[in-house]
């Protein structure tokens, strides 16, 4: 499992069915509001920088990573906003995998990087108005990805 990611290896021994992945997902707003997203090269949904924890990794160096990978930017974590899951957060991916995530989802601010993705999951990325966002991969509410839903009080240094 040495260069293998974890999803990687347990699809290798479950194969297409329903698994659960603790995941992670970033909400990246610009100075007007927009929120970053993330087109995927394989032609499926718009989607915010997001993925899976792996073995050994936690969920605030899983989103670093995700982000960096997936936008190539740098960022700070300024907050936990909510951790979602269940039905609604099933997902088949064009290839018949399916997956039920649990998502940590942060509120997380640009600090660097390039802006060039360091992966080639990414097509493009792109921040949206709320009234011009396309559909998302995954039922987010719009009101906690835009900051008119509170979240979490639970803030992070």
Same mark, same amino acid.
């Given at each position: 499992m040495e260069n293998e990611s974890y #999803?990687?290896? +347990?699809?290798?021994? !479950? %194969?297409? %069915?329903? #698994?659960? =992945?603790p995941s992670v997902g970033a !909400? #990246?707003?610009d100075a007007q509001g927009r929120l970053l997203l993330q087109?995927? =090269?394989? %032609?499926?949904a718009w989607s915010l920088p997001a993925g899976g924890i792996e073995l050994g990794e936690s969920p605030r160096e899983a989103i670093i990573r995700e982000v960096m990978e997936e936008t190539g930017y740098v960022v700070r974590i300024r907050r936990i906003l909510a951790v979602l899951g269940g039905k609604e957060f099933r997902y088949t991916y064009p290839n018949g995998d399916e997956v039920e995530y !649990?998502?940590?989802?942060?509120?997380?601010?640009i600090v660097g990087g390039s802006g060039v993705p360091t992966d080639d999951e990414t097509k493009s990325t792109r921040y949206f108005r709320r009234d011009e966002m396309p559909p998302l991969a995954l039922p987010y509410s719009m009101d906690? +990805?835009? %900051?008119?839903e509170p979240g979490f009080a639970l803030h992070l240094a």
């Open positions: #999803i990687g290896w +347990l699809r290798k021994r !479950v %194969g297409p %069915g329903l #698994i659960l =992945s !909400v #990246i707003r087109e995927k =090269s394989s %032609g499926e !649990v998502v940590t989802l942060f509120e997380c601010e906690l +990805l835009f %900051g008119d």
